[in-house]
């Protein structure tokens, strides 16, 4: 039975529950054990080289395909297999090389008309990118998907992506391991209120801010906790919205997957990411 969780309708009409499975590290076991306990959105990508674990999951879970929304992203690298080439030549992949993101998401509009894609959207852009691609476009990307936490809010591309009719979705809104903000006293103060743990509370607040969200969790318990929303007060939701104002809070919590402010050979200048090399936001 799916869980009683809420969804958020893209620019094209097109449902999607508010809390999903992030799948990078794990695939059949956790997804297989996700659906069971009411989840019926899952995230994958063709960098976790688990895609058809994930749909193994998906068939035997006996769930109709249809109740089930699955996410999958394009890696960086891979930028040319979206493409069609009418001249058989080699694509190497970069921002401001052939493929750049412009050619590629014209190809990937080309999905929708296969039947087998029903959305399209983008992961990682920021505002600079989105209006270098935006005036391109004929398909506006239904989701722009980056990291968001009480650490790093995104506040103004939030704001930003909503003006433009792009629903943000939240990746690692645990902090991947490193939930620092977990120890903030007055985020504590919100999970003591609640009799419950930090996760709940961070999801849970995405969700009142209108943000899918996708926490991966292979344990069970915390999966059904996951999902399991609770009702922040309006001071709950200004005192976590205020925790990334204090010295030293406002950053990024994946920097080990950019070291030196690089993301897989892409500088953080190059993405339009406002942090520093360390993944401080500069304000």
Excluded at 46 to 64: D, F, L, Q, T, W
Excluded at 245 to 274: C, D, E, M, R
């Amino acid at each position: 039975m799916a869980a009683d969780i809420p969804h958020f309708t893209f620019n094209n009409g097109i449902k999607v529950p508010a809390i999903g499975l992030g799948s990078l590290m794990g695939a059949y076991e956790m997804c297989r054990n996700a659906l069971k306990n009411g989840y019926r959105h899952l995230d994958t990508a063709s960098v976790y080289r688990n895609e058809e674990e994930v749909g193994k999951a998906i068939r035997e879970s006996g769930i109709p395909r249809s109740e089930i929304f699955l996410t999958t992203k394009l890696w960086n690298t891979d930028h040319n297999k979206a493409l069609i080439s009418d001249n058989g030549r080699d694509y190497s992949p970069g921002l401001e090389e052939s493929p750049t993101f412009i050619e590629t998401w014209k190809e990937m509009e080309k999905l929708l008309d296969t039947g087998k894609v029903k959305s399209i959207g983008v992961s990682n852009f920021s505002i600079k990118n989105l209006e270098i691609l935006l005036p391109h476009v004929k398909v506006v990307p239904v989701t722009n998907q980056v990291e968001v936490h009480p650490f790093y809010p995104q506040f103004e591309l939030q704001k930003y992506c909503e003006q433009k009719g792009i629903l943000l979705t939240a990746y690692s809104p645990l902090g991947m391991g490193s939930p620092e903000f977990f120890k903030d006293p007055d985020f504590a103060k919100v999970v003591k209120a609640h009799n419950t743990n930090p996760g709940q509370i961070a999801i849970s607040w995405l969700v009142q801010r209108g943000i899918p969200t996708i926490p991966k969790s292979a344990n069970v318990e915390r999966q059904k906790l996951n999902i399991s929303l609770v009702k922040l007060t309006a001071e709950d939701v200004d005192t976590i919205n205020a925790v990334h104002k204090k010295p030293g809070q406002h950053k990024s919590l994946l920097t080990a997957f950019a070291p030196g402010g690089v993301v897989f050979g892409w500088s953080y200048k190059q993405l339009g990411w406002p942090l520093d090399v360390e993944g401080n936001v500069i304000d």
